[in-house]
């Protein structure tokens, strides 16, 4: 919930049925999905937990761009489809429904539910890999989120967490704000799709951590070998992706 009863995963139940159109506008939004998503398997541990197949959540998964992106890069590193689950987890219905009207193999699973309660359901260390694309920046409970992925990890496991953020950046709050009024907001308007969630998505990412507060919350919730990368053209300093890993037993 934000301000004025307005509702984000409401918000985001109406601007399903657009989504794919919108994002399909942005350029580069596949191609740094799968840059972040490679980043992500490269980190993978070789077997699940439990010795069977490797346990990738994808929270704030939406019309599943970000869950396709982890199985293509899964493909594209050599590894076998049998030994990847991914769940999809996502708090807006109409965004499951989406996504759910795609199709998977079965080694994917599509929820809705809260991320952060999600997590709250699991057991520590029961998770290989964790995604968040676009999604840190719309959690209230920032902190929570990221420690309850730490938790769920398994030592070794990878959390990935990719979004726009412009905070430190003079040239990028310019590039961003500049985007947004002049391109993203009209478009929504042209194409029909939410326009109050297209303004919330400015003002979210304007007011987001900088990438290195987003690096410092995962330190913080113990991860280790913490990077982050951002990308060419006007994104550059605006869409970031940060990786992090939970120690190995070995290491610790
Ligand atoms: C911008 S979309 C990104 C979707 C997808 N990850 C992608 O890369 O295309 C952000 C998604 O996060 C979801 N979301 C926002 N807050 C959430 C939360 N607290 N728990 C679960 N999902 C959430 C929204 O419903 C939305 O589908």
């Not at 109409?94 to 795609?102: D, I, L, P, S």
């Not at 260390?125 to 959690?139: E, I, M």
Request: charged content about 25%; aromatic content about 6%.
């Amino acid at each position: 919930m934000t301000r004025d009863g307005w509702v984000l995963a409401d918000a985001f139940d109406r601007a399903a049925p657009t989504y794919d159109a919108m994002v399909a506008l942005s350029p580069g939004y596949h191609d740094q999905l799968a840059t972040a998503a490679t980043a992500l398997v490269d980190r993978l541990p070789r077997a699940g937990a439990d010795g069977g197949p490797v346990t990738v959540l994808d929270l704030g998964c939406g019309s599943g761009a970000s869950t396709r992106a982890v199985l293509d890069a899964w493909a594209r590193a050599g590894r076998r489809p049998s030994d990847l689950n991914v769940r999809g987890v996502d708090a807006s219905e109409g965004m499951v429904a989406q996504a759910r009207a795609k199709e998977w193999p079965d080694a994917v699973e599509l929820v809705v539910a809260d991320a952060v309660q999600h997590l709250a359901g699991l057991a520590d260390g029961s998770v290989d890999g964790v995604l968040g694309a676009y999604l840190l920046r719309n959690v209230p409970d920032r902190e929570r989120l990221v420690r309850e992925v730490a938790r769920v990890l398994r030592p070794g496991g990878a959390f990935v967490v990719h979004d726009y953020s412009v905070a430190g950046s003079l040239r990028a709050r310019v590039a961003w704000a500049a985007v947004c009024h002049g391109v993203i907001i009209p478009l929504a308007v042209l194409k029909r799709s939410d326009v109050p969630l297209h303004r919330y998505l400015y003002t979210s990412v304007r007011d987001f951590d900088s990438v290195e507060t987003v690096c410092g919350r995962l330190q913080a919730a113990g991860l280790v070998d913490v990077r982050h990368r951002s990308y060419p053209g006007w994104q550059d300093g605006v869409v970031h992706t940060v990786v992090g890993s939970l120690p190995d037993r070995g290491s610790r």
